[in-house]
């Protein structure tokens, strides 16, 4: 099956890009979609479509998808960014939702 | 607003079934041919994809959960449900429902809140 590889952890300060990489084999020929997940709460969509925002995400959150690597980034990161972030691909191979291991983000 | 609320017992007995069902408000199950899923996540872990419906029936499952896990749509009660079947301490975890649009490889743009089930004796 398909598998999706995300680093456990990010940090970044305040004010400054991160990028949070969700690998896979050939992943830009797949729609890549990005969850935030803050501590006790559900996952709320951030990226869709690899480029595409939801309405109320702000324009600090983009993606991209290229080659075998997908990237969430976020601009000008602020406290209220940290939170754990997954990436989420369709596996046409077996009709199967994959979700990456989840990234960790830390403003320092 | 579209609402989406899981509801079940909290604490179930080791091989036991664990029943599940999201109910749907501010929107009809049937009005567009969304996918309805059901995603958990283990304490401290990520989430995993369990099982996803149509309003019309058609059904995906996680071929790891297959042989233990049902997914059914009632849309007279615009409900979607999860049976998990001989449960073990492997199955505690939140449980969310979520919508996502109308194809398999579109997001899932509205999600439950979550509720924990725990295995325990």
């Known amino acids: 099956s398909y598998v999706l590889t995300q680093p456990p952890s990010v940090s970044v300060a305040p004010g400054r890009t991160a990028r949070i990489p969700c690998g896979g084999n050939?992943?830009?020929?797949?729609?890549v979609h990005w969850y935030q997940q803050r501590p006790g709460q559900a996952p709320v969509l951030v990226v869709y479509?690899?480029?595409n925002r939801p309405s109320g995400i702000p324009e600090r959150f983009s993606g991209s998808n290229s080659g075998n690597t997908a990237t969430l980034t976020i601009t000008g990161v602020q406290a209220g960014d940290e939170a754990d972030y997954y990436c989420?691909?369709?596996?046409?191979?077996?009709?199967?939702?994959?979700f990456g291991g989840g990234t960790k983000l830390t403003v320092l | 607003q579209l609402r989406l609320q899981e509801s079940g017992p909290g604490l179930v007995k080791p091989s036991e079934t664990l029943s599940l069902t999201c109910t749907v408000s501010?929107?009809?199950?049937?009005?567009?041919?969304?996918?309805w899923g059901w995603i958990r996540q283990s304490p401290g872990k990520g989430l995993e994809w369990i099982a996803s419906i149509t309003y019309s029936g058609d059904i995906d499952y996680n071929p790891s959960l297959r042989s233990r896990v049902t997914i059914s749509v009632d849309t007279s009660k615009n409900q979607f449900s999860l049976k998990v079947t001989s449960v073990t301490a492997a199955d505690t975890a939140v449980y969310y429902c979520?919508?996502?649009?109308?194809?398999?490889?579109?997001?899932?743009?509205?999600w439950g809140q979550g509720t924990l089930f725990t295995v325990s004796s």
């Open positions: 979520a919508r996502q649009d109308s194809r398999p490889d579109k997001p899932f743009h509205d």
């Open positions: 479509d690899d480029t």
């Open positions: 501010g929107g009809s199950i049937n009005s567009r041919p969304y996918y």
């Open positions: 050939s992943i830009a020929s797949k729609s």
């Open positions: 989420h691909v369709w596996d046409n191979s077996g009709d199967l939702r994959v």
